[in-house]
């Protein structure tokens, strides 16, 4: 027994007329089920635990920054939160929400927790092939190297359009059925104007969150030319890719740029119109993170190797103040720390330390890095499992680092958070409390996932 009471099909509708058994310390009583559809109302009734991410909120305790709801309802409304609070307050709450009207479907958790979609903002998408043999060398003992995406490179210039299309759409929904409803998706792996052109139009198709990632490492046509080829990226690549994409990234590393050529990159995709981006410290220290904040980038990927000065500049690049879980409450934009987990247990690497970031007063989000070399895993849960349990967060900085630290990693308001206004991005788990993403890892945990308010087919 989990300590909830079993109810059938948690997350399912009822259409026919029907309403949802009442569940004890819920409002589910009285609330009639009429026809669903795809632009209507949505009532989750019978929450047990209910983690908003505003704090504030209605029957959220001071001082809380996850807004966590206990006995509580949500509201969708057209793609939208209409409300969320607690049980007693939401006879009237939704009653003025929806004036007068009853909610088109009702849904009863039955005790289950709830929280907003995942926001993975940091994925790499658009390929072809696999790298399990690479994969097998490396927990035999050979190091992880960046040069390994040259073979990812290969594989995916030769794939068809359709192809393509093909594994973004079924990683896609992978990440989907585990909770995540917003995702970012790189290019990086065409490396050509064509192939990274294609990219990002063809990750265009399926997010806004969209980056170009044509500085991701020197090809092998440009072997020994590495200044030659960022004069490619800055010039007619991204001239092709700018419009198709929402950031510029690259990867400021030891055997991919260096700190100059990263700049050149950086500054020529913001003077297109490009937020900032950076994958830095993934291998070893170097000046990316620095170079990072000082670029006001949103976000510096993967920081496992930080300096005393790389920690004291993401702190300071956040102003604003309150109680935080994972970040300021209220703060303005700076620059977030992604970590990235699911690297370090994919190719055997010290995991970052978060809570270095965390105790000095930086910003953190968690994301997949989903990719076919160093992290081919489309689970937040399991990352926000290694978070709690390799980098030493909380399960409340974990949560909240892998919707909201996400939102404002992509410098998003409408989503990682449930109060009204946000996206109606909704994760029912099939567990009473968010603790069981991490006490229970690998278990699939997500019951039902709505997206932009309308409930994602279950398998």
């Not at 990693?409 to 958070?417: E, M, N, Q």
């Not at 890892?441 to 996932?449: D, E, I, Q, R, S």
């Amino acid at each position: 027994m989990m300590g909830h009471p079993t109810v059938p099909n948690p997350g399912s509708f009822l259409t026919d007329g029907r309403s949802w058994g009442e569940t004890p310390g819920s409002t589910a009583s009285g609330w009639t089920v009429g026809p669903a559809s795809a632009s209507g109302s949505t009532l989750l009734v019978g929450i047990g635990e209910l983690t908003t991410n505003a704090p504030g909120g209605p029957g959220t305790r001071a001082g809380d920054p996850t807004g966590l709801v206990t006995d509580a309802v949500v509201l969708l409304d057209g793609g939208r939160v209409a409300w969320a609070g607690p049980a007693h307050e939401a006879r009237d709450a939704v009653g003025r929400a929806l004036g007068g009207r009853e909610p088109d479907v009702t849904v009863d958790a039955g005790g289950r927790a709830v929280l907003p979609g995942f926001v993975d903002s940091h994925t790499h998408l658009v390929f072809a092939g696999d790298r399990a043999a690479e994969f097998e060398a490396c927990m035999a003992g050979r190091p992880y190297e960046a040069g390994g995406i040259r073979s990812t490179v290969a594989a995916t210039r030769a794939a068809s359009d359709d192809d393509l299309r093909a594994g973004l759409a079924r990683h896609l929904d992978e990440a989907a059925r585990q909770g995540t409803t917003t995702v970012e998706v790189k290019s990086g792996y065409g490396l050509t104007v064509a192939d990274e052109e294609r990219s990002v139009r063809l990750a265009r198709e399926v997010t806004p969150e969209v980056t170009f990632l044509g500085a991701h490492v020197v090809p092998p046509e440009y072997a020994g030319r590495a200044d030659a080829y960022v004069d490619l990226v800055c010039g007619d690549m991204l001239a092709a890719c700018a419009p198709h994409a929402r950031w510029v990234d690259v990867f400021c590393e030891t055997g991919a740029f260096t700190a100059e050529q990263s700049r050149r990159v950086l500054e020529a995709g913001a003077a297109a119109g490009l937020g900032v981006r950076v994958h830095a410290s993934q291998l070893g220290p170097g000046e990316g993170v620095r170079l990072a904040v000082a670029l006001g980038a949103a976000a510096v990927d993967h920081c496992t190797y930080l300096t005393d000065d790389d920690v004291a500049a993401l702190a300071g690049s956040w102003t604003g103040g309150g109680t935080r879980a994972g970040g300021p409450s209220g703060a303005v934009a700076g620059t977030v720390a992604t970590l990235l987990p699911g690297v370090e247990f994919s190719t055997r690497q010290p995991y970052p330390d978060a809570r270095r970031l965390l105790d000095a007063g930086a910003v953190v989000a968690l994301a997949s890095d989903c990719n076919p070399g160093s992290s081919y895993t489309s689970s937040m849960p399991l990352c926000l499992a290694l978070a709690v349990r390799e980098m030493r967060m909380t399960v409340a900085e974990a949560v909240w680092s892998a919707t909201a630290g996400g939102a404002l990693a992509l410098r998003r308001d409408d989503v990682g958070h449930l109060a009204p206004g946000a996206r109606a991005d909704v994760v029912l788990l099939d567990a009473p409390s968010r603790t069981h993403l991490a006490y229970r890892p690998g278990v699939p945990l997500v019951a039902a996932v709505w997206q932009n308010g309308v409930r994602l087919p279950s398998r």
